[in-house]
């Protein structure tokens, strides 16, 4: 006959995964605040990538291989 499962165990197991997994959340949305309060910027915040994507939309308009009226006089 087949052992039982212990079904107990790995919802255990699960319960800790997600726990370490939320500590380590908010220590680093602690962290990111605490370098907000310093002043000092970190360089993978979301914000800096999300200006780098605006600047890349604004060039991608001006390749559209036609020429303005501006540039062809």
């Given at each position: 006959m087949a052992k039982k499962p212990?079904?107990?165990?790995?919802?255990?197991?699960?319960?800790?995964?997600?726990?370490?997994?939320?500590?380590d959340k908010l220590k680093k949305k602690q962290e990111r605040k605490a370098g907000i309060a310093d002043g000092s910027i970190d360089p993978n915040a979301e914000e800096t990538d999300a200006d780098d994507s605006e600047d890349d939309a604004e060039d991608s308009d001006d390749s559209d291989?036609?020429?303005?009226?501006?540039?062809?006089d």
């Open positions: 212990n079904y107990s165990f790995e919802k255990r197991q699960k319960d800790l995964a997600k726990k370490k997994k939320k500590e291989g036609a020429e303005s009226p501006a540039e062809g």
